[in-house]
């Protein structure tokens, strides 16, 4: 058993990261800013999108968007049930309903026939999740959201780094990025939309941010004009510089962070290759993409252990792991009040009862990965 605990996940915080959020403190400047304005440039740098806006979270991210294309009640969402539950809360919060759709048992990811088959004249947006940092079958899902004109925005949560057919995903149509603690490149908290957009980039600007036409800061004002007035009331979801600063520093070893990561998951899948008990997911055929390995997926399938016993022996052996995620329609609102049930989507039950995400991040050592792997040799053998 190991000396010290391995925490399922750590964040990679160097000391130029630190140096750039002092230099913000130190700057008398601390709310968006400079730095949100820096983050925003080098994140289209990065992925080749036309536009971004920093937002205080992804999950805020969702809820202007779903503001910003007019989507409320008699109107329906496409995303899948295994997803972190803020998108579905915020659809049902706009007063819509979120339709799931299911996912390949193999992959974990929504494909073009399973979200085609939950299209309804009601359809108004689908939000495909790029899962562990894999991307979905983008232009499978775009050649069916073009034929019923239906907007995709991607959630891009997991996937800064993740590239299918040679670009950057999200480069096609809007997506929502998040550097919640865990992520790949973290601000604490925060997120980022990216958009081609040019309309939709001005209404999420203005939504974020109260509904006045400008920003906290305006460059040519050096600050915020005072004269800026309401054109439609908004929100309050703009990122501080002191987290922007974190981000952009972070956003600067992306490369690095995310080959650190792969490196790792490369070990994970040579030791699992002759485990039985449990089973990596697989990678989708098909296309080209690269992995931002956001997390290392695991299905417990063994018949002598449950998932959550196998977590808690882990946890026993000082090994940290996290569930990523429990299926949304079956969680006792949507069971109660919007109808769910058990079997209404097989595939993403039977994940959502096996998953187990074990240790990755950049700190690491491939001797951790070995660890990790013999424990679980140790716990499935003594089941
Ligand atoms: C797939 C997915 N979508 C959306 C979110 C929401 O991101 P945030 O925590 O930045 O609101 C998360 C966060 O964990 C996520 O994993």
Redesign the pocket.
Known sequence: MRSEFLPFTRPDVTDGDIAEVIGVLKSGWLTNGPKNAAFEEKMCEYTGCKNAVALS????GIHILLTALGIGPGDEVITPSL??V??ANMIVLAGAKPVFAEIDRDTMLVTPESVEACITERTKLIVP?HYTGVPVDLDGIRAVADKHRIPVVE?A??ALGTFYKGRHIGTGNTALY???AIKNITCG???MLTTNDDSLLAKIKMLKFHGLGVDAFDRQNKGRSPQAEVFEPGYKCNLTDICAALGFSQLLRINQINARRTALARRYRELFADIEGVEPLHDPAGYDFTHSWHLFVIRVTSDKISRDAFMTRLKELNIGTGM?FRAIHLQKYYREKMGFKPGDLPATEWNSDRICSLPLFPAMTTADVEAVVTAIKHVLAHA
């Open positions: 979270s992804a999950t805020a997803t972190w803020s998108t999740v959630d949560a997991h998040s550097f919640h908290e925060g997120g990523h």
